[in-house]
């Protein structure tokens, strides 16, 4: 027996292969059910739509989950130094090697699949700049869905480093609606470097008046300007700016004086005069 299913049926399942977001499918879909007129014919029809119906609600049910894990950052680790970047890979892919190497740490690690239990947490010091390394336990099918806080992890930090085959961590985090910066590497490689160059950051070194530049650098946004790194270092710079002078990639010639909106490049040395 035919379904017969009225014109609005069709056109509201036109609109509802446009939608996106699962919350408002939902919602379509619920319409579009009680727009099928009930009786036998149609029978199969509803069954499949509540089916699909059922699933949906599942899967914004996790997605919900997971906004209030990444809310209230119950397993978060707090930021520490300039950047937060997390290490991720399938099991031997050299996570702990490198978190050995690059942070001084003396994490177990051996050809045991699945030793890293729990995150664990090392400070990379990369030419005076300290960038947080956070190694994620290994990836497995299904993951996302078992590790909801590890996920929440990795939704938080700058920076992913997916060491190894990429393809199954990218399909736990399509699951998990995970969207950052990745980077694939290997552990043979100069990881430091690659991970600097990956995270979008510039060090400048301030000067005091009549004396050599402080050794400890300041780390700011590419694209950022004096008005920023002043912001940076205390009010009093912003209030009472009177000029600035650089030397450096971003100044024609050493010394050069400047104004609040000169972009910075990695490396300048600033050197502010303020108003008495």
Aim: with cysteine; aromatic share 8%; charged share 35%.
């Amino acid at each position: 027996m035919p379904a017969n299913l009225p014109p609005e049926y069709y056109k509201a399942e036109k609109e509802y292969k446009k939608i996106k977001g699962t919350k408002e499918k939902i919602e379509f879909l619920k319409k579009m059910i009680s727009l099928i007129p009930l009786h036998k014919g149609s029978e199969k029809h509803v069954a499949q739509l509540k089916q699909r119906l059922s699933k949906l609600r599942e899967k914004l049910e996790r997605e919900e989950e997971q906004k209030k894990i990444v809310s209230r950052k119950s397993f978060g680790i707090k930021k520490e130094g300039a950047a937060q970047v997390c290490l991720v890979g399938l099991p031997n892919t050299g996570k702990s090697f490198i978190l050995n190497k690059y942070c001084n740490k003396k994490i177990e690690s051996s050809e045991k699949p699945f030793e890293t239990k729990i995150p664990q947490v090392g400070m990379l010091d990369y030419n005076g700049v300290k960038i947080q390394l956070i190694e994620i336990p290994s990836f497995f099918e299904g993951f996302a869905d078992k590790n909801r806080e590890m996920m929440a992890i990795i939704n938080n930090c700058d920076l992913v480093v997916v060491l190894g085959n990429y393809e199954p961590i990218e399909r736990e985090f399509k699951k998990a609606n995970i969207s950052k910066k990745v980077i694939r590497a290997s552990s043979n490689e100069v990881i430091d470097e690659k991970i600097w160059n990956s995270l979008d950051l510039i060090r400048v070194f301030t000067k005091p008046v009549g004396k050599k530049p402080e050794d400890k650098p300041i780390t700011l946004k590419k694209g950022s300007n004096v008005f920023d790194l002043a912001q940076n270092i205390h009010k009093d710079f912003v209030n009472k700016f009177k000029f600035a002078k650089v030397w450096g990639k971003s100044v024609k010639y050493d010394g050069q004086f400047v104004g609040m909106d000169h972009v910075l490049e990695d490396g300048d040395i600033i050197e502010f005069h303020l108003h008495k």
